[in-house]
């Protein structure tokens, strides 16, 4: 089972508190232009699915209740970052030179 | 290679079985190839057969990071059935099950195909309604499945406990008879054995680290770690890995793997004679031929390559059948292992051409891709030879998901495939 620190409860707790919400920083696009259906198709359904760190979003559902965002390691499950909503992303080499 | 049969097993048997030709070589790799076939699952192995087969292309490699048949289709459940809800999914699994049918005779090789029943159980009102319409919606595409009242399924399988008190109470089931298990090493082995005798290259621990496009965008070959192998044509069959193969050749793909786990008790005596199905507490079981108890348990919520999964999926799965079967509340596990699986929003296959001339793919298979196994892989043979779709796997596109003409089993089917 996954620990994973929630940064608003600043607490690191097993994976069944959280609920797993998809690859993070996936912007919808502006609908006051006219959007594209390749456009929507890339919003709704094109996913990174990358094999090492991946972005992505959980829930602390039995928790806080609150969205946060995190960088995990597909290969090793590892996490090297949990942060808040609007936060900005963190660069991945910065999150690579600290975890050595 | 030698021609199993009662006569060859009979001579080898009398010569001490010390004369028995290996069943495919383990072969090089030649600077080009008609067509290369990345993964060398049963998808993949069975495309490079029926390329040789019926379309008369034995210039072929089949490459794989690993050996033959140690991803998804050396992981799975080995469970085959065809009551897709949509017409689409009907005829594309059904196909399938036709080849299913006589695929040891013609691959000379037992895959021990067992039409031993696929139960699916009802535990509440929308389970029976839902199965219900796909029972109606299977005959009218020709498909078997019929409805089984709860003292009926209990008949079909005794272990079965259908009493009024149980935590999940069993309302009726429906049962596909055709459907059953098959033994899933066989497949690969057989489909590559078959292949390499028309002469089809299988190259094992060999892992593709790019798709190579000449200046016109078609595609000219693949770097591997043993160099770059040219290619008129190259289709990826990579399952979880097709994302990373893909991207490669500046494809982007509408996927996601999981880890899905699955589970084996010690092997007991003949108990359980079909497979059961409950989609609602999400438990799937089955009995080999060895005796143990084959489990399938579901997909972890995070997407990942760890091949691993966490333990509380086990646990919960478990947990489930031994509600549904208290005779096997004292079995002891003794695996566990996971896979990686390549999911669709639509939790439909990916299956035809892309963007890219002469590039197909193979994908999207999710949590059930080894039922299909001989069905896509007729397809994906006949995508590649023709360079147009088959009827069959014409509605699986990439181009759904921009046109929005999903295939939506994932609500049809709401978890386990």
Same mark, same amino acid.
């Given at each position: 089972?996954?620990?994973?620190?929630?940064?608003?409860?600043?607490? +690191?707790?097993?994976?069944?508190?959280? +609920?797993?919400?998809?690859?993070?920083?996936?912007?919808?696009?502006?609908?006051?232009?006219?959007?594209?259906?390749?456009?929507?198709?890339?919003?709704?359904?094109?996913? +990174?699915?990358? $094999?090492?760190?991946?972005?992505?979003?959980?829930?602390?559902?039995?928790?806080?209740?609150?969205?946060?965002?995190?960088?995990?390691?597909?290969?090793?499950?590892?996490?090297?970052?949990?942060? $808040?909503?609007?936060?900005?992303?963190?660069?991945?080499?910065?999150?690579?030179? $600290?975890? $050595? | 290679?030698?021609?199993?049969?009662?006569?060859?097993?009979?001579?080898?048997?009398?010569?001490?079985?010390?004369?028995?030709?290996?069943?495919?070589?383990?072969?090089?790799?030649?600077? /080009?190839?008609?067509?290369?076939i990345v993964g060398?699952?049963?998808? @993949?192995?069975?495309?490079?057969?029926?390329? *040789?087969? /019926?379309?008369?292309?034995?210039?072929? *490699?089949?490459?794989?990071?690993?050996?033959?048949?140690?991803?998804?289709?050396?992981?799975?459940?080995?469970?085959?059935?065809?009551?897709?809800?949509?017409?689409?999914?009907?005829?594309?699994?059904?196909?399938?099950?036709?080849?299913?049918?006589?695929?040891?005779?013609?691959?000379?090789?037992?895959?021990?195909?067992?039409?031993?029943?696929?139960?699916?159980?009802?535990?509440?009102?929308?389970?029976?309604?839902?199965?219900?319409?796909?029972?109606?919606?299977?005959?009218?595409? @020709?498909?078997?499945?019929?409805?089984?009242?709860?003292?009926?399924?209990?008949?079909?399988?005794?272990?079965?406990?259908?009493?009024?008190?149980?935590?999940?109470?069993?309302?009726?089931?429906?049962? =596909?008879?055709?459907?059953?298990?098959?033994?899933?090493?066989?497949?690969?082995?057989?489909?590559?054995?078959?292949?390499?005798?028309?002469?089809?290259?299988?190259? =094992?621990?060999?892992?593709?680290?790019?798709i190579?496009?000449?200046?016109?965008?078609?595609?000219?070959?693949?770097?591997? *770690?043993?160099?770059?192998?040219?290619?008129?044509?190259v289709a990826v069959s990579a399952?979880?890995?097709t994302?990373?193969v893909m991207?490669?050749a500046?494809?982007?793909?509408?996927?996601?793997?999981?880890?899905?786990?699955?589970?084996?008790?010690?092997?007991?005596?003949?108990?359980?004679?079909?497979?059961?199905?409950?989609?609602?507490?999400?438990?799937?079981?089955?009995?080999?031929?060895?005796?143990?108890?084959?489990? @399938?348990?579901?997909?972890? =919520?995070?997407?990942?390559?760890?091949?691993?999964? @966490?333990?509380?999926?086990?646990?919960?799965?478990?947990?489930?059948?031994?509600?549904?079967?208290?005779?096997?509340?004292?079995?002891?596990?003794?695996?566990?292992?996971?896979?990686?699986?390549?999911?669709?929003?639509?939790?439909?296959?990916?299956?035809?051409?892309t963007?890219?001339?002469?590039l197909y793919v193979n994908c999207?298979?999710?949590?059930?891709?080894?039922?299909?196994?001989?069905?896509?892989?007729?397809?994906?043979?006949?995508?590649?030879?023709?360079?147009?779709?088959?009827?069959?796997?014409?509605?699986?596109?990439?181009?759904?998901?921009?046109?929005?003409?999903?295939?939506?089993?994932?609500?049809?089917?709401?978890?386990?495939?």
């Open positions: 089972m996954l620990l994973i620190h929630c940064p608003y409860c600043a607490q +690191t707790l097993p994976e069944l508190e959280f +609920t797993y919400a998809g690859e993070a920083h996936i912007a919808r696009p502006d609908a006051s232009s006219p959007v594209s259906d390749e456009e929507w198709r890339n919003f709704l359904f094109i996913r +990174t699915n990358v $094999k090492g760190p991946h972005y992505e979003r959980w829930r602390h559902s039995h928790g806080c209740g609150r969205f946060f965002n995190a960088v995990r390691d597909t290969v090793s499950d590892r996490f090297l970052i949990t942060y $808040k909503a609007g936060e900005k992303r963190p660069e991945l080499s910065d999150l690579l030179e $600290k975890s $050595k | 290679m030698t021609h199993f049969s009662a006569l060859s097993l009979l001579k080898n048997a009398l010569t001490g079985n010390k004369n028995w030709a290996p069943q495919w070589p383990d072969s090089q790799p030649k600077a /080009e190839y008609d067509v290369i060398a699952g049963g998808h @993949g192995l069975g495309a490079a057969y029926y390329l *040789a087969k /019926e379309h008369g292309i034995t210039n072929v *490699a089949v490459i794989d990071k690993g050996w033959l048949g140690g991803g998804n289709t050396g992981r799975n459940t080995t469970i085959i059935r065809s009551n897709y809800l949509y017409d689409e999914s009907a005829r594309l699994y059904d196909h399938a099950l036709d080849l299913w049918d006589g695929l040891s005779q013609d691959l000379n090789y037992n895959v021990m195909y067992s039409k031993r029943g696929v139960l699916m159980l009802a535990h509440n009102v929308h389970d029976v309604q839902s199965f219900k319409r796909h029972i109606h919606s299977n005959r009218l595409n @020709g498909v078997d499945n019929r409805w089984l009242s709860a003292q009926e399924a209990r008949e079909f399988c005794p272990p079965l406990d259908i009493s009024p008190t149980a935590r999940f109470p069993v309302l009726g089931a429906a049962l =596909q008879n055709r459907a059953g298990t098959a033994r899933h090493d066989a497949v690969a082995w057989g489909y590559a054995r078959a292949a390499a005798m028309r002469g089809v290259d299988i190259i =094992q621990n060999c892992p593709v680290t790019a190579r496009r000449g200046p016109d965008g078609h595609v000219t070959g693949v770097e591997t *770690a043993r160099g770059f192998i040219g290619a008129k044509k399952a979880g890995h994302s990373v991207d490669t500046g494809v982007r793909l509408p996927l996601e793997s999981y880890p899905l786990q699955a589970l084996v008790s010690e092997p007991v005596k003949p108990v359980l004679p079909c497979v059961v199905m409950s989609n609602t507490v999400h438990a799937y079981i089955s009995q080999s031929d060895k005796g143990e108890l084959v489990i @399938g348990s579901g997909t972890d =919520q995070y997407t990942s390559y760890s091949q691993r999964g @966490g333990l509380p999926l086990i646990e919960h799965t478990v947990a489930a059948i031994c509600e549904i079967f208290p005779i096997f509340n004292r079995m002891r596990m003794l695996r566990k292992w996971g896979g990686i699986v390549d999911v669709t929003p639509d939790r439909s296959a990916i299956l035809g051409k963007p890219v001339p002469g999207g298979w999710g949590t059930g891709g080894f039922k299909a196994t001989p069905g896509a892989a007729h397809m994906l043979a006949w995508t590649v030879a023709k360079d147009e779709p088959h009827a069959i796997n014409a509605p699986f596109t990439l181009e759904r998901f921009g046109t929005g003409r999903l295939i939506d089993e994932a609500a049809a089917a709401a978890v386990a495939h």
